[in-house]
């Protein structure tokens, strides 16, 4: 089966810009979730989503950080305005119920 | 507040030895545990599940134990090789639903062939 799609790849733009980020689950996977990983460390869960209606959303600064999941397939992440802080790699994962998660390959995200 | 703790130096280890990588945990008590190997410039790849009533679980070299007295989880790999060199990762349950897990640091192995 065809695993979790992401991009770009890597991206760089100036602080106070805007940047979006694109994720494709594995096909039939109801639950995506958007992570956030700084060098050195594991994975931090900003949003998670069950079809198209989101789970969890406590992590997400959401005065920056956006979201959306439509028609319950692809989801993008948005950052406006971006910080330096924000350099990091933004990773999608999806699940079936109760099944461990597959995680794509991120984005890359570097702040100037 | 819930902390996982894993070991952030390195692990160096001679190929064809047994690597043990640990995952503490406080204030917890998790229903299981999982473990993750991440490459770098990849995504995170899921390896073994463990349940609390699970004291030990196999996949072929790869053994992981689970002490929910100490708050602790063990990672072995068997006959360690140079293409198991990553970072490995613990994983817990959030509270509020199965599928949700708060991740470690992580640990790097390195395997010196």
């Known amino acids: 089966e065809a695993g979790v799609a992401q991009s770009p790849r890597y991206k760089i733009i100036e602080k106070r810009q805007s940047v979006a980020f694109w994720c494709n689950p594995i096909s039939g996977h109801a639950t995506l979730y958007w992570y956030q990983q700084i060098l050195g460390q594991g994975p931090k869960l900003l949003i998670q989503f069950q079809n198209n209606g989101v789970v969890d959303d406590s992590q997400l600064p959401k005065d920056r950080f956006s979201a959306e999941r439509l028609k319950g397939v692809d989801s993008t992440l948005k950052i406006q305005p971006a910080k330096l802080e924000d350099s990091a790699v933004y990773l999608c994962?999806?699940?079936?119920?109760?099944?461990?998660?597959?995680f794509g390959d991120g984005t890359r995200l570097s702040i100037l | 507040s819930q902390k996982i703790e894993q070991n952030s130096e390195a692990l160096n280890i001679q190929e064809g030895k047994t690597a043990t990588l640990t995952c503490n945990y406080t204030n917890y008590s998790p229903a299981y545990l999982q473990w993750y190997r991440q490459d770098p410039g990849r995504g995170p790849v899921f390896l073994l599940l463990i349940r609390e009533n699970e004291k030990e679980k196999r996949k072929e070299r790869l053994k992981v134990t689970f002490d929910t007295t100490l708050k602790q989880s063990l990672f072995h790999i068997t006959a360690s090789q140079p293409a198991d060199s990553a970072t490995y990762l613990c994983?817990?349950?959030?509270?509020?639903?199965?599928?949700?897990?708060?991740f470690g640091t992580g640990t790097k192995l390195q395997v010196i062939p």
């Open positions: 994962a999806s699940s079936l119920e109760a099944e461990p998660q597959h």
């Open positions: 994983a817990l349950p959030l509270s509020g639903g199965y599928q949700k897990v708060t």
